[in-house]
C-alpha cells in the first residue's frame, strides 16, 4: 500500500501534536536539591524564605497577599482610678455588678485591713470597648472622691493587619509545600519538606496566637480602680489617742526591760574578776606605801 505524501505529512503532524500533549501531562519531577535548601529557607520568622524558594515552582507563591485595608482603628483602651469610698465592700460590690450589667467581668480583687479596721483594695474590671466610656463614668459616680485618674490608649492597627498579611503568606506557602511533598519520592526529600512544612505550621500558630491576644483586648477593654477608706477624725484603737498614750508607755517599758537586762548581763559577766581586782588594788597600795616611806628614809639619811 502505497501512502500519498499529503497523508504523511498529516501523520506527522499528528505525531507531533501528541508528543507536546505528553510533555505537558507528564507530572512534575521533585529536585533533590531545591528540597535541602527549604528547611533553611523555613528557618525564617520575617523574611518570607520559604516563600522565595517556591520562585519558579508556582507563580502565586512569589506575589505576597495584599494587606487588607483597615475598615476602623483597632486600639486598645485602658484606664486606672484611685478613689476613695466609704465603704469598700459595699463599693467593690457595686462596681462588679456594673461591669457585668454592661457584658464584662471582674478579672481580679484585692483586699487588705490595716490596724484601724480600714480597708483599701484593687479591682480590675473588663468590659466591652464600645461600653467603655459610659462604664467608666458610672464607675465614677459610684465613689466618694476621684483622686486621681489614667488614661491610655494603644493603637495596634498597623499591627494587626501586618500580621494578617503575614499569616496569609504563610499559608500559602504550607500549601504549596503540601504540594511539593506529594511529589517527592526518596525518604530524605520526604523529611527535608516535612521538617521545612512543620517551621511553617509553627510560625502560623505563632502569628495566629498574637493576633487572637490583640483582638480580644482591643474588643475588651481593662479598667483598673484602686479603692480605700479614709482615716476618721476620731479614731479609736491602737490609732487613737489613748491607743498611742498606751502603745508609747508599753514601749517604753520594753525598752526599760532590755536596759536592765543588759545591765544584769553585765553585772553577772565581770562580777568573777572583782577579786582579781581588789587584790591588784591592794598589792600596789602596799608597794606604793613601802615605797614611799623607803623614799622618806632616805631623804632623813642624807640631810644627816
Known sequence: MKLHPTSLLFLLFLLILLSCDSRQAAPPVFDAQYARSLPQAAASAEGGGAEALLAGRAADVNQPAAAPVPPARMIIKTAELFCEVEDFEAAAGRMRALAEENGGYLVSAQTSVRDDNRKSGTL?????????ETTLAALKKLVKKVETENLSGNDVTEEFYDLTARLENKRRAEQRFQEILKTANKTSEILEVEQALASVREEIERLEGRKRYLADQVALSTITVRLYEPRPLITTGRDSFWGKLKRGFENGLVGF????????????????????????????????????????????NASD
Open 124 to 132: 480590675t474590671l473588663r468590659v466591652p470597648a464600645d461600653k467603655f
Open 257 to 300: 526591760g532590755d536596759v536592765l537586762s543588759g545591765t544584769i548581763t553585765f553585772v553577772m559577766a565581770v562580777s568573777p574578776l572583782v577579786p582579781v581586782f581588789w587584790l591588784a588594788a591592794w598589792a600596789i597600795r602596799k608597794w606604793y606605801r613601802r615605797f614611799r616611806a623607803r623614799k622618806g628614809v632616805t631623804a632623813g
